[in-house]
């Protein structure tokens, strides 16, 4: 929250960082569902005097907002998605206390997923994934809202269909791939090669459209299954078909598909953010003065995750002027 004092800006925030909630939900038919959320707290509120004169009066204690996510968790009597425990949180905040003009809510959601035995759901049993869903809620004392949802450390990887090609080119056959046409200079001694390894791991934002509290969808799980929505949208456009696949002429083509994907697919969210590292595998190529050990023929790499490229890019809609 910014101020002015003699001239010059202040801004101030406090919040709870990294409050750990773990919730079970129990049916009658015996089935359970498990939550474990990280959640993260910023209030913007109206407390100057206990920067300039020391007074703790309009201060939100921050082992208050800790015992207020326990407390809120336990009055989620149905399954909810963290979004909606995130709105509900700072509704909570931003109602209840005067000074307390906006409320910023940040959950990182442990990726337990539910078990199967004999190719039947376990009815409590979970173990833990891989990617994380992340969520960002900003509510306002007037009632404004914005929502983003994310995903962190989604893994994916392809052997074939992929180079880098500026001039467009596009190879006859699956195998016949081309790292060439990129910019030469003194410096560059990457060699041209027919195959390579795509790999990535994606982290995303996407912004959903609603900008009000009243204008929220009804549904108690939207977001939860907006959220698996995006997440198959993501990866079914990096791979493409099962036995065809896609071509990649680079990761920037594949990460502007993918997000424009995302926006084609799902008119409730105005805008999308990929990063998406270029994960490298290095040919191996072994040999002494007497013979070749290894002679590398598109099947034997050395996995690295450092250095690796960095490539990220955003699509929003345009609003349209009235």
Same mark, same amino acid.
């Given at each position: 929250?910014?101020?002015? @004092?003699?001239?010059?800006?202040? $801004?101030?925030?406090?919040?709870?960082?990294?409050?750990?909630?773990?919730?079970?939900?129990?049916?009658?038919?015996?089935?359970?569902?498990?939550?474990?959320?990280?959640?993260?707290?910023?209030?913007?509120?109206?407390?100057? /005097?206990?920067?300039?004169?020391?007074?703790?009066?309009?201060?939100?204690?921050?082992?208050?907002?800790?015992?207020?996510?326990?407390?809120?968790?336990?009055?989620?009597?149905?399954?909810?998605?963290?979004?909606?425990?995130?709105?509900?949180?700072?509704?909570?905040?931003?109602?209840?206390?005067?000074?307390?003009?906006?409320?910023? @809510?940040?959950?990182?959601?442990?990726?337990?997923?539910?078990?199967?035995?004999?190719?039947?759901?376990?009815?409590?049993?979970?173990?833990?994934?891989?990617?994380?869903?992340?969520?960002?809620?900003?509510?306002?004392?007037?009632?404004? !809202?914005?929502?983003?949802?994310?995903? $962190?450390?989604?893994? !994916?990887?392809?052997?074939?269909?992929?180079?880098?090609?500026?001039?467009?080119?596009?190879?006859? +056959?699956?195998?016949?791939?081309?790292?060439?046409?990129? @910019?030469?200079?003194?410096?560059?001694?990457?060699?041209? +090669?027919?195959?390579?390894? !795509?790999?990535?791991?994606?982290?995303?934002?996407?912004?959903?459209?609603? $900008?009000?509290?009243?204008? #929220? /969808?009804?549904?108690?799980?939207?977001?939860?299954?907006?959220?698996?929505?995006?997440?198959?949208?993501?990866?079914?456009?990096?791979?493409? %078909? %099962?036995?065809?696949?896609?071509?990649?002429?680079?990761?920037?083509?594949?990460?502007?598909?993918?997000?424009?994907?995302?926006?084609?697919?799902?008119?409730?969210?105005?805008?999308?953010? #990929?990063?998406?590292?270029? @994960?490298?595998? !290095? %040919?191996?190529?072994?040999?002494?003065?007497?013979?070749?050990?290894?002679?590398?023929?598109?099947?034997?790499?050395? %996995?690295?995750?450092?250095?690796?490229?960095?490539?990220?890019?955003?699509?929003?809609?345009?609003?349209?002027?009235?």
């Amino acid at each position: 929250m910014a101020h002015e @004092i003699d001239g010059i800006k202040f $801004e101030q925030r406090h919040g709870k960082a990294r409050v750990r909630v773990g919730r079970v939900w129990k049916s009658e038919n015996g089935r359970h569902s498990f939550a474990e959320w990280n959640v993260s707290i910023s209030l913007l509120s109206d407390c100057l /005097p206990a920067y300039f004169q020391g007074d703790n009066s309009n201060i939100v204690a921050t082992d208050t907002m800790k015992n207020t996510v326990y407390a809120k968790a336990k009055e989620c009597s149905e399954q909810l998605s963290m979004e909606d425990f995130a709105i509900g949180l700072g509704k909570h905040f931003t109602s209840f206390y005067k000074q307390v003009a906006t409320a910023i @809510i940040k959950i990182v959601e442990k990726p337990w997923e539910r078990i199967y035995i004999d190719g039947q759901p376990h009815k409590h049993g979970f173990k833990l994934g891989s990617e994380k869903h992340t969520a960002e809620v900003i509510v306002k004392k007037s009632g404004d !809202l914005m929502v983003t949802s994310g995903i $962190e450390g989604l893994a !994916l990887l392809k052997t074939t269909k992929n180079c880098i090609s500026s001039c467009g080119f596009m190879p006859s +056959t699956a195998n016949s791939l081309v790292l060439k046409d990129f @910019i030469r200079d003194e410096y560059t001694v990457l060699p041209e +090669t027919r195959e390579r390894m !795509l790999a990535t791991e994606v982290t995303g934002f996407w912004r959903y459209s609603y $900008e009000s509290l009243s204008g #929220l /969808p009804a549904k108690p799980l939207y977001f939860s299954d907006r959220y698996l929505d995006v997440k198959k949208v993501l990866v079914d456009t990096f791979f493409g %078909p %099962p036995k065809e696949g896609v071509y990649s002429p680079s990761v920037q083509r594949t990460l502007y598909e993918m997000a424009e994907a995302v926006l084609g697919r799902f008119p409730d969210i105005s805008s999308i953010q #990929l990063k998406m590292p270029n @994960i490298h595998f !290095l %040919p191996v190529n072994l040999s002494n003065k007497d013979n070749v050990i290894v002679k590398f023929d598109d099947d034997v790499f050395l %996995p690295t995750d450092e250095p690796h490229g960095t490539i990220e890019a955003s699509l929003s809609r345009m609003r349209s002027k009235i």
